[in-house]
């Protein structure tokens, strides 16, 4: 259950799952996420039995996380990000849902998501996977390091960071060819920066060092602190990380291709 906990705070302690600022409770659900596809609400992940994830088994947990398929069958929206965790290995799931399983139960509906068609209908999720989901653990490279190995798992599989640093098309699906290299139109309708070692429009002016220095601290090289969904991860969970495992991420994400993508603040588009 200890190392389900350390697991849970690698994937940015799940804080989708905690209407923060409503005061919900942890992992009762209810957040909204607010996307450019409409508004999801996050669902109880509490072991509370009715309406939560108690009466799962660990093999529906399993599905759920790595095919983004409920108990009955049901295509999840690809908000929730199976698209990362199928990259988990059978381990990490088995503790994380040892620790899932200690939570407090809390009974709280889940919320209907208020999201128009056809981005609401779930028949069309099928259809979608087949074009942009690829299931499957993460295979290290042998051409690489066991640091940048350990660095890639996190960062792709459990903190799927991809998710939100990466642009989306039309259908919701990651332009691969911009891996990391930040969006206008992220969680709640912020920008989310160009993280690829790009002198210009990313990191390429800072080193590992910075990168493992914001996961803990929220802090970047000039001392403004990172806000929203990158906020709460940091202190839900990337801050409670060891610092071989934050200099193993950094080691990973400086290693990217450098793309030049500007992504424009507010102030810029006026």
């Known amino acids: 259950m200890a190392r389900g906990e350390y697991i849970f ?20 659900g209810g957040r909204p996420l607010n996307t450019p596809f409409g508004i999801f609400y996050s669902p109880n992940i509490t072991p509370d039995a009715e309406t939560g994830i108690g009466a799962w088994s660990g093999a ?54 208020d999201v128009g068609p056809p981005f609401g209908w779930r028949f069309t999720v099928g259809p979608w996977k087949q074009l942009f989901f690829e299931p499957g653990a993460f295979q290290p490279r042998p051409d690489r390091s066991a640091l940048w190995n350990r660095g890639a798992y996190l960062a792709t599989a459990l903190a799927h960071c991809s998710e939100c640093h990466t642009p989306r098309n039309r259908l919701g699906g990651l332009e691969r060819e911009k891996w990391f290299a930040g969006t206008e139109q992220g969680p ?16 390429g002016r800072w080193d590992g060092d910075d990168v493992a220095a914001l996961l803990k601290t929220g802090l970047k090289p000039d001392y403004d602190d990172v806000q929203g969904a990158m906020e709460e991860a940091i202190d839900q969970g990337y801050k409670y990380l060891t610092d071989e495992d934050r200099a193993a991420i950094a ?19 006026k």
């Open 9 to 28: 705070r690698a994937t940015g302690g799940c804080s989708c799952h905690t209407d923060i600022k409503s005061g919900g409770d942890f992992l009762a």
């Open 60 to 113: 529906d947990f399993v599905r759920a996380i790595t095919e983004g398929v409920s108990p009955d069958g049901a295509h999840y929206f690809p908000v929730f990000p199976y698209t990362a965790f199928t990259g988990m290995s059978a381990a990490d799931l088995a503790d994380l849902k040892a620790y899932l399983d200690t939570v407090p139960p809390v009974r709280r509906p889940n919320q209907s998501h």
């Open 188 to 203: 709640d309708g912020r920008r989310v920066p160009n993280i690829t070692p790009h002198g210009e429009t990313g990191i």
């Open 251 to 269: 080691d990973y994400v400086m290693s990217l291709t450098p793309i030049d993508n500007h992504v424009a603040s507010k102030s810029e588009k």
